[in-house]
């Protein structure tokens, strides 16, 4: 039973990581000014661009609907930023991933680079990690509210699988 639902699981990412046919970027980052500003420790927000994308920002009622750490060079070769993502669970990527998207650089004030740091190695060892596909039962459940019988009520409240191997990309910088 749960290889069908982790089948399901799989079968939906792939629709929702499509592209969105309506996706303009308001302001894309100038590539250069971006990696002139951004420092290890730095939260880059993103305005994605598929379908997942419109869902998460409809229903946080936010602009930016991903997050990525940005890890500089703790990690050899082009990997800049750690993020967790449907298709690769958590992944280490390039900053130019989001040359042509919105985004928007979040600076941890009052933390000491010591602190900055061992944040970026915490987020370097998920690398590997999978995707939190449960969340993605949680999200429908908000667009879709029906009624729900009381005994089931309290295990609906929790997000996600609750399992640490198993991330979302808010979960990982959280």
């Not at 996706?23 to 379908?51: H, M, S, V, W």
């Not at 900053?95 to 010591?114: M, W």
């Amino acid at each position: 039973m749960k290889w069908i639902l982790d089948l399901l699981g799989r079968l939906i990412a792939a629709y929702l990581q499509q592209p969105s046919s309506s996706y303009e970027p308001f302001t894309p980052a100038d590539p250069k000014a971006l990696q002139a500003c951004i420092r290890p420790g730095d939260i880059l927000l993103i305005e994605g661009n598929n379908r997942i994308s419109g869902i998460i920002k409809y229903l946080t009622q936010s602009t930016w609907s991903h997050a990525a750490l940005y890890v500089g060079s703790t990690v050899p070769g082009e990997c800049e930023l750690v993020e967790s993502n449907l298709d690769y669970g958590i992944t280490c990527v390039s900053l130019s991933k989001y040359s042509k998207f919105h985004t928007r650089i979040c600076r941890p004030v009052g933390l000491a680079p010591e602190d900055c740091e061992a944040v970026c190695k915490f987020a370097v060892a998920r690398i590997g990690l999978k995707y939190d596909l449960k969340n993605l039962i949680d999200l429908g459940r908000y667009l879709v509210p029906l009624p729900v019988p009381k005994r089931w009520r309290r295990r609906m409240i929790a997000l996600g699988s609750g399992d640490p191997t198993r991330l979302i990309c808010s979960a990982l910088i959280a």
